[in-house]
Every structure is written in structure tokens, then in C-alpha cells.
């Protein structure tokens, strides 16, 4: 059996909404071990001067809770 976590990132990219979601995913897997799934649960667009400047992501990100062998 086994027992997972869910936290909420916000990330931001200049290029797309999936690469804003791939950054979440980079910078998470720095501190969580066992991703298993991104669900993306709100989309944003910055606009300046009637131009897209960058693509945010709310992104749910699930990771497996390690136990404790002892």
C-alpha cells in the first residue's frame, strides 16, 4: 500500500504553459523524491503592450510518502 502528497506550486515561463509546468516539475524534484503525477489546476497569461509575456501554472504536484523502515 501506498501513501501519496499532493502540493501546490505556482511557475512561471517567458515560452508556454508546458514549459511552465516542466519548471514545476524541475524545481520540486530538487526536495521531493517519487513524483508521480501533475495535475494543473489553473491556467494565467500576462499580457503587456497587447503581448503574451508569460504563462503561469497552478500545478498540483503528487509525490508517494516514504515510510519508515523501522
Keep these: 500500500m501506498s501513501v501519496a502528497k499532493v502540493v501546490e506550486l505556482i511557475a512561471e515561463s517567458p515560452v508556454s504553459w508546458e514549459d511552465a ?3 514545476a516539475v524541475r524545481v520540486a ?4 523524491r517519487g513524483i508521480r503525477s501533475v495535475w494543473i489546476s489553473n491556467m494565467k497569461a500576462l499580457v503587456e503592450n497587447n503581448q503574451i509575456t508569460a ?4 500545478a498540483k ?3 508517494e ?3 519508515d523502515s523501522g
Design 21 to 23: 509546468t516542466q519548471e
Design 29 to 32: 524534484s530538487k526536495s521531493l
Design 55 to 58: 504563462y503561469r501554472v497552478n
Design 61 to 63: 504536484v503528487t509525490f
Design 65 to 67: 510518502v516514504e515510510e
